[in-house]
């Protein structure tokens, strides 16, 4: 538990590398998003082409 | 050498080749973070000073180096991009944006945490380090709401273009900002003469930190150069055939 506590500072260091996680996270999150997304429009748009050809 | 860069300056090329240097990017990165975290949280000695506090630099400077390096990664694209003309490179420019943005948010938000039991404040604004960090975030802020404003894309390229290139002189105002002005800040630890003023137990963890934020960056600023070339060249022959091949990554 001595450890965690950071000789006080705990709330101040775990806060800060919890946030680098999540900012970590979110990055991945989003970049992932927007190529599934792009993809898929993509591919309605072919088949709807491909649809009406 | 030139060759393999003029082949990976093509769209599809780039594409393909990206995807398989994300997971040599994303693997050790992950296990230089591991050994980052555990060393610098368990295994560094506390700080005369600022005892365990100072344990925040492990994210802290990683984060405020790689906020001027998506910078300078978006400023020197978006300049290639508007003199060669180089397609890619204005995807690379707008992948960077929001990275950058990311970074320099993580750099005054830890900033911040640690300015609190250190410096007794949140936020000091007579401190140039703390104000410069701050304009960066908003030309990060600029550059993307710029870039949405303008519906084609040419014109966008060139516009943040130019934005980008103007807001680069900021880059070494930042990093000078605790040399040239009177700073709350402490002066440069890692690069300066006579080499890092750091115990190494302290150090080592800490450049193992700036390794694996660098290849995690890396990883996640591919990812998203991927998504913005594929939504680019959406109307491409190349990319029709692999949409229709199945191909997924």
């Known amino acids: 538990m001595g450890g965690l506590a950071m000789g006080g500072y705990g709330a101040y260091v775990w806060t800060c590398f919890t946030l680098a996680g999540l900012v970590f996270v979110i990055c991945e999150w989003r970049a992932r998003l927007r190529h599934r997304r792009v993809y898929r429009d993509i591919e309605v748009r072919i088949k709807a082409l491909g649809d009406i050809q | ?249």
């Open chain 2, 1 to 249: 050498m030139w060759k393999f860069i003029h082949q990976l300056a093509s769209p599809p090329h780039f594409y393909r080749i990206s995807a398989l240097i994300v997971p040599w990017l994303v693997v050790p990165g992950l296990l230089l973070a591991g050994y980052a975290t555990y060393a610098g949280l368990f295994l560094a000695p506390a700080d005369y000073q600022q005892g365990d506090a100072f344990r925040i630099i492990y994210v802290h400077v990683p984060s405020a180096y790689l906020s001027m390096m998506a910078y300078l990664i978006m400023a020197v694209s978006a300049g290639i991009g508007l003199i060669w003309r180089i397609k890619l490179s204005h995807a690379v420019a707008a992948a960077a944006a929001p990275l950058g943005a990311w970074f320099t948010f993580l750099a005054l938000a830890t900033g911040s945490i640690w300015g609190k039991p250190m410096w007794g404040t949140w936020w000091e604004w007579g401190d140039p380090r703390l104000t410069s960090e701050l304009i960066m975030l908003f030309l990060y802020f600029g550059y993307m709401a710029l870039r949405g404003a303008i519906d084609d894309t040419t014109k966008a390229d060139k516009a943040s273009a130019v934005l980008a290139l103007v807001g680069a002189v900021n880059v070494p105002i930042i990093h000078f900002s605790v040399e040239w002005w009177s700073s709350l800040h402490q002066g440069a630890t890692l690069v300066k003469k006579g080499g890092p003023a750091m115990d190494p137990g302290m150090l080592y963890p800490l450049l193992a930190m700036i390794l694996a934020f660098t290849f995690l960056f890396g990883a996640l600023l591919l990812r998203r150069v991927r998504a913005e070339v594929l939504f680019r060249e959406r109307r491409t022959r190349w990319v029709k055939e692999m949409i229709l091949s199945g191909e997924s990554s």
